[in-house]
């Protein structure tokens, strides 16, 4: 297991000025600006047809020839080759966007402005794991196993020449005993160690509490560093899955550009390290996605060209899925340190009382020239707008 990279490509995408329409009323976009943030970890998990599956693609520091991989599962999953487009298609129709927005003067115009640690020596192996299944996928020569004993399947992990860190026994210990199921992958000989590992696919059947495994990321980042993370989590509309014991809270609606957003994601990390930001909850078939826009009932519809976007010439086959089904997408970040990694990232249901959030990806800056006369009566609309378009809320157990 490899360290994760901690830094994230950023991409700004500038647009120039269109015309959108909301309730028959006209509003002027000036200009938007579009994020998009591929992080260290990207993950999908899909409640598709009744099954939990996980998508994951993992970006890795690592020496030339040097990648290794281990994923616990609860159950034993069923292993694919993924398809990347399905992660970076799902990070374009949910990247923050950032409008300025005017009513034009006839009508009135609102204003705003690797760790030497040890765990303790593990002792030499008394019985063999059971070694479920060996494969090979894209680039990878994987092995599905499980162990009574986490020593036993550390001696076995060990002999077969991975190099597993000292910080990761214990939890490999916890595991087996909780029968978990790993996978164990590398790099294929005479594969290009340059080449980014594949995004695959688990299908997990009979999973009950679907979670993301968080705990053996722990070994492999060092201390004082974080693992940025997004994940994506879609279900059925009336089957909705919610983090359990972990707060989760939304930046605020109205934030003039990236660096706004990363200082509103700051405040809510400093609040609560291991919780969750939600960027993101909505049907992207209701939202214009699929359809090339960004829409939403305050500006009507601004079309990817305007913000610098480009629509795909297809939509993926697993995209095509969840537009068919009208699913529900939510879009978490997180920058986990070590307190946030020693449990994984569960799901549970949502309570027939509880509000399922919905949370646009839009953020909003009115720009209007009369906006000092009307700021005494701006933080009410303000206000109107933060509960109307996103309500904060705190998901626990």
């Not at 290009?192 to 495994?213: C, I, K, M, T, V």
């Amino acid at each position: 297991m490899d360290r994760p990279a901690s830094l994230a490509l950023l991409v700004a995408l500038l647009g120039a000025g269109s015309v959108a329409r909301a309730d028959g009323l006209a509003f002027r976009v000036e200009g938007g600006q579009a994020e998009v943030r591929p992080t260290a970890q990207r993950a999908v998990l899909w409640l598709r047809r009744g099954v939990w599956e996980l998508h994951l693609q993992p970006v890795f520091e690592r020496e030339a020839g040097r990648a290794a991989w281990v994923v616990p599962f609860a159950v034993r999953p069923e292993v694919s080759l993924g398809n990347p487009d399905f992660l970076d298609q799902l990070e374009l129709l949910t990247a923050p966007v950032f409008l300025e927005v005017c009513r034009p003067e006839e009508e009135s115009c609102f204003g705003q402005g690797g760790s030497s640690d040890t765990a303790g020596e593990v002792r030499a192996g008394t019985a063999a794991p059971e070694v479920w299944e060996r494969g090979q996928v894209g680039t990878l020569d994987y092995v599905i196993l499980s162990a009574r004993d986490g020593d036993d399947l550390l001696a076995w992990l060990r002999a077969e020449g991975y190099a597993v860190p000292n910080t990761a026994i214990i939890p490999v210990r916890v595991l087996a005993r909780e029968g978990a199921f790993f996978f164990a992958a590398r790099l294929s000989a005479g594969v290009d160690p340059d080449l980014p590992l594949p995004s695959l696919r688990f299908l997990l059947p009979g999973l009950q509490n679907p979670a993301y495994p968080l705990r053996l990321t722990a070994a492999g980042v060092p201390a004082g560093e974080h693992l940025d993370l997004s994940l994506w989590v879609i279900t059925p509309l009336g089957q909705d899955w919610l983090p359990a014991e972990r707060r989760v809270a939304s930046p605020p609606p109205a934030l003039d550009d990236a660096a706004a957003l990363d200082a509103a994601l700051g405040d809510i990390y400093l609040e609560d390290p291991d919780g969750l930001a939600l960027l993101y909850s909505a049907s992207p078939r209701e939202t214009g996605g699929f359809d090339g826009q960004v829409c939403g009932w305050q500006y009507g519809c601004v079309d990817f060209a305007a913000l610098g976007l480009a629509r795909p010439d297809a939509w993926c086959p697993e995209l095509q899925l969840v537009r068919d089904d009208a699913a529900w997408v939510q879009r978490f970040q997180a920058r986990l340190h070590a307190t946030g990694l020693t449990t994984d990232l569960r799901l549970r249901p949502r309570a027939a009382t509880e509000y399922l959030d919905r949370v646009e990806r839009v953020y909003l800056r009115w720009v209007c020239r009369d906006a000092q006369a009307t700021s005494g009566w701006w933080v009410l609309l303000a206000l109107g707008l933060g509960l109307g378009l996103r309500r904060r809320r705190r998901a626990g157990p």
